[in-house]
């Protein structure tokens, strides 16, 4: 019987190809570097959710629309924009480390 066949053996093959890409490829950085920008994500919600009534006191000038909505309806697009840009500079980071 082969080795493959055993559930053992293929956590252990798993583990194996997962050690030999960090290993290649520098994949700790990105990971690290991905972790700190779910952490800055789930930040920014919990802080613009917790003082959304406060914000919508003020009102957005041009727009005329409370800031608390702005931030709730725009933030998303723009963390999600910073969060991509700074996650293609980690992995280009990863990869020239290698």
Same mark, same amino acid.
């Given at each position: %019987?082969?080795?493959?066949? @055993?559930?053992?053996?293929?956590?252990?093959?798993? !583990?194996? %190809?997962?050690?030999?890409?960090?290993?290649? @490829?520098?994949?700790?950085?990105?990971?690290?570097? *991905?972790?700190? *920008?779910? =952490? /800055?994500?789930? /930040? @920014? #919600?919990?802080? +613009?959710? *917790?003082?959304?009534? =406060?914000?919508?006191?003020?009102?957005?000038?041009?727009?005329?629309?409370?800031?608390?909505? #702005?931030? !709730? !309806?725009? /933030?998303? $697009? +723009? *963390? #999600?924009? $910073? =969060?991509?840009?700074?996650?293609?500079? $980690?992995?280009?980071? =990863?990869? $020239?480390?290698?």
């Amino acid at each position: %019987m082969q080795n493959s066949l @055993y559930p053992t053996a293929i956590w252990t093959d798993l !583990a194996e %190809m997962s050690l030999g890409l960090e290993r290649n @490829y520098g994949l700790s950085r990105l990971k690290r570097s *991905m972790l700190v *920008m779910l =952490a /800055g994500w789930l /930040g @920014y #919600f919990v802080v +613009v959710s *917790m003082s959304v009534r =406060a914000l919508n006191k003020v009102t957005v000038p041009l727009l005329d629309m409370p800031l608390g909505v #702005f931030l !709730a !309806a725009q /933030g998303p $697009a +723009v *963390m #999600f924009l $910073a =969060a991509l840009i700074l996650l293609v500079k $980690a992995s280009g980071r =990863a990869g $020239a480390a290698s």
